[in-house]
């Protein structure tokens, strides 16, 4: 086996992965190579966000989520400022090979096939780092400026860039470097100035074009922003990310036509990518044609089942056009076709409830449990349409029966809540003492309690409640001793009231 060439506990390492038993596998190979910086991540979306703003040195991610489209992350870490060549492996359980080399066309360095063998991907690791730490001269050079930039060390950075033009290299990557120290010290205009002159000599190189773009719209100069991505784009046409991220722009500035251009041209390269499909349909919408609109998020949807948004913008959208039997179709169409997706029946009973339907909701959500016997979600809905009827004995019972399914004493709590927030106060008392009866304890049965006492101005219990909340220890209590002080003064008040309405004996 290879020998390490490099630290591996200097190493930082994030993992991607929606499954824990996968996360926890990797971690453990890591840990066995001595890396112990390991940062995880559960969610596409999470992660698409960390690696926009924290260093890595080795990223490994699964290819698949059901909120986010991977190779939109790889695409990310690519067009990343600085520091944007840190080696990504990239796991897959689907033996797709376009996928796999769309993954490696994005930046991807390598690949693996789940489920994996500890030594395989240890041999795999270890060979990717030794790659990435063995760089020749030069690229060594400039990864040490960039981690200077990174550290925020500007004048060591610029110090390093002044060896490298005296020693008569030119390379485009030391201008645009400059540009981003001057971009860290907020000196936005000097940058702007180093880029236009930067791409006056190289063309051809991307990142000039990607900064000056980017500093434009920090400047609020949209039009220039863009005209700079328009040209980033004609020399660079297949980079997704960048064609939704100025789609998205157009949008903002009511250009419709070329923004779905733009988001078409992006679709071009991912039939799949949700940014894109989202984006296509808000286009359409904004630009008046609903029913591309809802087509688009259709295949939202189809591509990513367990994202609700689609769905919820479906409804937004026909609700705003005064289109709501389109909303409803859609709904029953997505409820009849995939009777497995819990969120479609929560979404239409909610629809139907705003519609003043609420027994047509109950239908829904009543035919959802017949399904996902045990799904919480949906008994909870069904209490809130109940509760908001003012039938608190059917709220009760909605519980009770989820309870006989299940045994989720945890239930107690958003009863108690439901209770309390449709005003039913002796009914959240009932609820909250139960549940200390059945031994289940939560902070915020007090709160619940202090709450539904002083809306039944039964004072004497809400200042024993109160008490008890102020000598919990705990650095979170949520009653404070000047409230304590209030309680106890209403509670004198009423008293001398009380005293004032006895008749005189004499």
Known sequence: ??????????????????????????????????????????SGREASSIVQTVDFDLIIMNLYYTDYDGHGIIEQIRNRDSLSDSPILVLSGQTDKEDIVKAIDKGATEYMLLPFKSEDLKKKLLAMLNHYFSPNKTVKALRKIETLISSRDFDQALQAISTFVKAGKKLPALGYLRAVIEKERDDLNLAID???????????????????????????????????????????????????????????????????????????????????????????????????????????????????????AIVKFCRFSQQDRLAELALKDEKKNHPDRLDTYIILARFLLQDERPEDGIKVLKKGIEIHKEEFTLYHCWAQIVASQGVPDEVDAIFTSYRNQTSDLASYLPQAKLFLKYNFYSRAVDTVHTALIKKIRHPIFLDILNSSF?????????????????????????????????????????????????????
């Open 194 to 312: 180093i880029l236009e002159e930067q791409i006056e000599l190289y063309p051809d190189f991307l990142k000039n074009y990607k900064l000056l773009t980017d500093l434009y719209l920090k400047q609020g100069k949209h039009q220039l922003g863009i005209e700079s991505f328009e040209k980033e784009l004609q020399l660079n046409p297949k980079n997704v990310f960048r064609q939704i991220r100025l789609a998205n722009l157009l949008v903002r500035t009511k250009r419709y036509k070329e923004a779905k251009e733009h988001f078409r041209q992006a679709l071009l390269e991912d039939s799949k990518n949700g940014e894109a499909l989202f984006g296509m349909a808000i286009a359409y919408f904004k630009d008046g044609n609903l029913e591309k609109s809802i087509y688009y998020l259709k295949r939202h949807r189809r591509g990513f089942p367990k994202d609700s948004k689609s769905l919820e």
């Open 454 to 506: 002083q809306e039944q101005e039964e004072l004497g219990c809400a200042y024993m409640v109160q008490r008890k909340i102020l000598s919990n220890k705990s650095d979170k209590n949520t009653i404070s001793p000047l409230t304590l002080k209030k309680t106890v003064k209403k509670i004198k008040m009423r008293r001398s009231i009380e005293r004032a309405k006895i008749p005189d004996a004499s």
């Open 1 to 42: 086996m290879e020998t390490p060439q490099f630290k591996p506990d200097s190493i930082r390492v994030l993992v991607v992965d929606e499954h824990g038993l996968i996360r926890k596998s990797i971690g453990k190979v890591l840990d066995f190579m001595g890396i112990t910086e390991i940062e995880e991540s559960h």
